[in-house]
T-cell receptor, first 111, second 118 residues
Framework: QQPVQSPQAVILREGEDAVINCSSS?????VHWYRQKHGEAPVFLMI?????EQKGHDKISASFNEKKQQSSLYLTASQLSYSGTYFC????????????FGKGTLLTVNP | SAVISQKPSRDICQRGTSLTIQCQVD?????MFWYRQQPGQSLTLIAT?????????ESGFVIDKFPISRPNLTFSTLTVSNMSPEDSSIYLC???????????????FGPGTRLTVL
């Protein structure tokens, strides 16, 4: 089941904040966040695991509500380099890395 | 971390032909995956490439159409067989490997192969 991301697109000015949401209709074991710039491969941002463990790069924060089967990615004080499409990928039992990706959220940061 | 290269980077093919895409990783990895991404769309998992055994395909993808080889822990190929224009897409391989900061695994993606079928 494909997770649902919202919003589909968001436009920010540099320095503004944004939240991208990801929800699933089935139980989640892990949520992965990626950013993909046009014409490039997706790049890992963060993994959130059932039980509360989080691993990721600095300056990116996210939450994972297991009960609600939702995750949110928080982008604060956005920079031009944050522009791209953000995907959440959800992992099921058996393999955290066999991922089902959402449709993506296009983030545009303007000067 | 893992650095992944794919060949070819792009190709234009005729309907009914087949194309084999290669994926090379700079370190030994257990898990390798093949994804398809149509322009502006999400990533769809095709299959998990298993070393020493048959690939595991996702619903909607079959071995006859997308045969996969995984001869060792650093290399895999995906063949798109009997192509039609609907197969036009970007095909990406990915691997699970130790993250750049250590302590956890990340999924690293290759640069992709852009396929156009006429």
């Amino acid at each position: 089941q494909q997770p649902v991301q919202s919003p589909q697109a968001v436009i920010l000015r540099e320095g503004e904040d944004a939240v991208i949401n990801c929800s699933s209709s089935k139980a989640l074991y892990s949520v992965h966040w990626y950013r993909q710039k046009h014409g490039e491969a997706p790049v890992f941002l963060m993994i959130l695991l059932k039980g509360g463990e989080q691993k990721g790069h600095d300056k990116i924060s996210a939450s994972f509500n297991e009960k609600k089967q939702q995750s949110s990615l928080y982008l604060t004080a956005s920079q031009l380099s944050y522009s791209g499409t953000y995907f959440c990928g959800t992992g099921g039992g058996g393999s955290n890395y066999k991922l089902t990706f959402g449709k993506g959220t296009l983030l545009t940061v303007n000067p | 971390s893992a650095v992944i290269s794919q060949k070819p980077s792009r190709d234009i093919c005729q309907r009914g032909t087949s194309l084999t895409i290669q994926c090379q990783v700079d370190s030994q990895v257990t898990m390798m995956f093949w994804y398809r991404q149509q322009p502006g769309q999400s990533l769809t998992l095709i299959a998990t490439a298993n070393q020493g055994s048959e690939a595991t395909y996702e619903s909607g993808f079959v071995i006859d159409k997308f045969p996969i080889s995984r001869p060792n822990l650093t290399f895999s190929t995906l063949t798109v067989s009997n192509m039609s224009p609907e197969d036009s897409s970007i095909y990406l391989c990915s691997v699970e490997a130790l993250g750049l900061a250590g302590g956890y695994n990340e999924q690293f993606f290759g640069p992709g192969t852009r396929l156009t079928v006429l």
